[in-house]
């Protein structure tokens, strides 16, 4: 059986506003999902000694099957490719830009990557309301961080009023008017925003008796310890609000869909989308098979694989926040083939394929 490409997922942001919280939600978070991090220090990183199965060559391998890398930026790429081994069984790959790499250089590199087993995730951008303001006035180069950013995570809403919340987000707007925006407390992102939860079975103890990430960090919750947050600076921790969850617009289609719409639906998706997934058939002769679609940015990778007897029924999810659901569900509406004959139009989306 043919595995899906792994998501490259970016987290940036400027020092203190977050982004180390951001990765130890994830892994808090993780349950059935493989999450292989890349960090340049393991101490900004919450991971108890109790966790730790192994470590070599700078990876640290965790009971649940998340994996750590210390890494430079010529390490980057072979790093990823080692994350890919089989025994890993990694399902998503999330990288913190800090000290790495500018965000603008990771997305070349990761974009650039020649191993189809890859693809882009997104880049989300990480801001602290509270010093957003000045930060931008000390860093001017900080507008066009956020201006490629795929997702904005306003975090630390708790430090400002909401007056001051509404500024930061008309900030966050005038620089990048089409990017979902969450507000978040202890940058609490719900996952499924970011990539597919892998429904695995999670048990209690790992192979060697060790507790699972995810699993140890809940006992210690419950048992009212309470848990370092990690910070890249001072993060002001309580507890944890989801403040914004993402949004969700499906859609399905008997007909088949125009190859040359769908496209400019992935390459230009409409405001507050994060990604666009799902599979796709087309009436266009030599090219019936199912192509499965992957979106994030603007950035389209395309798989073709045959439909092993299942109905030749398009199905595309549309994810983000902030999502005019009436707007989303009008352009994938629009994808949707009229008849009209357009013999180059299959390039649109084979332009796209990746080897995998």
């Known amino acids: 059986m043919t595995r899906e490409s792994v998501p490259v997922v970016l987290v940036a942001g400027y020092l203190g506003s977050g982004k180390t919280t951001l990765l130890n939600h994830l892994l808090r978070s993780a349950s059935g999902t493989r999450i292989g991090v890349l960090v340049n220090d393991f101490g900004s990183i919450n991971i108890d000694a109790m966790l730790i199965a192994g470590q070599a060559d700078g990876t640290v391998s965790l009971s649940n099957g998340c994996v750590c890398c210390s890494v430079d930026a010529d390490g980057v790429e072979s790093a990823l490719t080692a994350l890919l081994r089989p025994a890993a069984g990694i399902d998503v790959i999330v990288i913190e830009a800090s000290g790495i790499a500018e965000p603008r250089a990771l997305i070349r590199m ?31 180069e900080v507008d066009r961080h956020i201006e490629i950013a795929d997702l904005v995570v306003i975090n630390k809403a708790d430090l400002v009023d909401d007056a001051g919340l509404a500024g930061v987000r008309d900030l966050v707007g005038a620089v990048n008017d089409s990017a979902p925006t969450v507000v978040t407390t202890d940058a609490v992102v719900d996952p499924g925003l970011l990539f597919d939860a892998t429904d695995r079975p999670v048990t209690s103890t790992a192979s060697g008796g060790q507790l699972t990430l995810d699993a140890l960090l809940a006992e210690v919750d419950d048992q009212g310890l309470g848990h370092d947050h990690g910070h890249d600076g001072d993060d002001h921790s309580g507890h944890t609000h989801l403040h914004d969850g993402y949004q969700s617009v499906e859609f399905v289609s008997e007909a088949p869909l125009d190859p040359r719409r769908l496209a400019a639906l992935l390459e230009r998706p409409p405001a507050g989308c994060y990604r666009i997934k799902g599979v796709a058939a087309f009436d266009v002769p030599g090219h019936r098979q199912k192509f499965v679609v992957h979106a994030v940015g603007g950035f389209v990778r395309v798989q073709r694989l045959p439909w092993s007897g299942e109905p030749r029924i398009s199905r595309l999810v549309v994810i983000g926040a902030g999502l005019d659901p009436s707007e989303a569900h009008r352009g994938l509406q629009a994808t949707v083939g009229d008849g009209t004959p357009d013999e180059h139009g299959i390039l649109s989306i084979t332009r796209y394929l990746s080897s995998v």
Request: proline share 3%.
């Open 110 to 140: 990761i974009t650039g990557l020649t191993d189809a087993r890859l693809r882009y995730g997104g880049l989300a951008y990480v801001v602290d309301a509270a010093a957003l303001t000045d930060l931008r006035r000390r860093h001017p």
